[in-house]
T-cell receptor, first 111, second 116 residues
């Protein structure tokens, strides 16, 4: 089955700096890669996703890049703000199917 | 759009009792619903996948007789934890897909189960 590794497990950045989270996956048939943000005690919320026919996608301060050959994808958050502090999860799936989640990254943005 | 509700948000029960958790898609028809379990400071672990009118598909290691899943309609799935024990205490979260893209999963707010 699919295996998703996520790094780092914790990330502390100064407000205004960029944050980068990286994930690798094992199943070359995976073609859908969402990123979720989860605040303490709350539901995971989809913040951005990318499909395998695209190499990069951007939405305001958030961007995701995908390297299918190397089987890794990354989340980039620019101009970080305190409200970006949360746990971020990457995931992978074959499409229309179950998601396999990474272990999560706890991001702390220091004011 | 894409709102998923879950009820109850918190439940405390005695060991040996059964607890039912409901997951509803409020503004779309969910062709597939998923049930996850999340331990503190850990990732989401998929327990089972359910399609309306079909038997749920359970992940390896998940006891189907203990975690009963019913997906009676395109907007409702239920998870029943039978004969609950303290080790079943956890955060249970459902998700639903079917709005626009079958890939995207929208999550419910979760249910915190505590078994005494």
């Amino acid at each position: 089955g699919e295996n998703v590794e996520q790094h780092p497990s914790t990330l502390s950045v100064q407000e205004g700096d960029s944050a980068v989270i990286k994930c690798t996956y094992s199943d070359s048939a995976s073609n859908y890669f969402p990123w979720y943000k989860q605040e303490l005690g709350k539901r995971p919320q989809l913040i951005i996703d990318i499909r395998s026919n695209v190499g990069e996608k951007k939405d305001q301060r958030i961007a995701v890049t995908l390297n299918k050959t190397a089987k890794h994808f990354s989340l980039h958050i620019t101009e970080t703000q305190p409200e970006d502090s949360a746990v971020y999860f990457c995931a992978a799936s074959r499409g229309g199917n179950k998601l396999t989640f990474g272990g999560g990254t706890r991001v702390l943005v220091k004011p | 759009g894409a709102v998923v509700s879950q009820h109850p948000s918190r439940v405390i029960c005695k060991s040996g009792t059964s607890v039912k958790i409901e997951c509803r898609s409020l503004d779309f028809q969910a062709t597939t619903m998923f049930w996850y379990r999340q331990f503190p400071k850990q990732s989401l672990m998929l327990m089972a996948t359910s399609n309306e009118g079909s038997k749920a598909t359970y992940e390896q290691g998940v006891e189907k007789d203990k975690f009963l899943i019913n997906h009676a309609s395109l907007t409702l799935s239920t998870l029943t934890v039978t004969s609950a024990h303290p080790e079943d205490s956890s955060f249970y979260i459902c998700s639903a897909s079917g709005l626009g893209s079958t890939d995207t999963q929208y999550f419910g707010p979760g249910t915190r189960l505590t078994v005494l």
